[in-house]
């Protein structure tokens, strides 16, 4: 018999909060700045223009999350994050979560809305252009999407490999020559 349990109902819930932690330190790269090498909490404040009474918690909710690691009061990056947001690598796929932060966080906050209504919460919300009207006609938003798509595929070729470690293919022998159609 199960028992209820709050913590999956709190984790979901919640999970804004992370997940807008690490959309927040995308946008002021946070992982490109560690890249080099880890910084103290005085150097990344100043570095990153964080006010000094959010520092240290937006700091320490990165390691909370895995996301950093501290040492002897120094911020580095984890081996996932120095590989895959850093922006000046080409495994970078923060792409994806920069549109995400900026246009689909805001989207989805009128969920509750969109679901009472089925009115479009997007970019046409109140008569505006369809998205790709207004993709291509913008060359800045249309780089944007395109650095987003970059990051998604980056980050399913990264996982392909992993999903065929140790399996063996063989070609496979045909009884007869395929036919033309």
Do not use: C
Not at 63 to 91: C, E, H, I, M, W
Not at 126 to 138: I, V
Request: proline share 6%; hydrophobic share 40%.
């Amino acid at each position: 018999m199960n028992e209820p349990n709050i913590e999956a109902i709190m984790q979901v819930g919640l999970g804004f909060w992370a997940s807008k932690t690490l959309l927040s330190a995308i946008e002021m790269e946070v992982f490109t700045e560690l890249a080099s090498h880890a910084e103290d909490l005085n150097a990344l404040q100043g570095r990153l223009g964080l006010h000094p009474r959010s520092a240290r918690d937006f700091l320490d909710a990165l390691v909370a999350l895995g996301f950093l690691q501290r040492v002897n009061g120094k911020y580095s990056n984890t081996p996932s994050t120095d590989k895959f947001l850093d922006k000046r690598k080409p495994s970078y796929v923060g792409g994806i979560l920069e549109m995400a932060n900026r246009r689909l966080y805001p989207f989805w906050s009128n969920l509750t809305a969109a679901l009472r209504t089925g009115e479009l919460q997007n970019e046409a919300k109140g008569g505006g252009p369809n998205f790709f009207g207004a993709l291509y006609a913008d060359p800045e938003n249309l780089k944007s999407f395109l650095k987003a798509m970059t990051g998604i595929s980056t980050a399913a070729n990264a996982s392909s490999p992993a999903s065929f470690r140790g399996r063996t293919t063989r070609p496979q022998r045909m009884s007869a020559p395929p036919r033309e159609i």
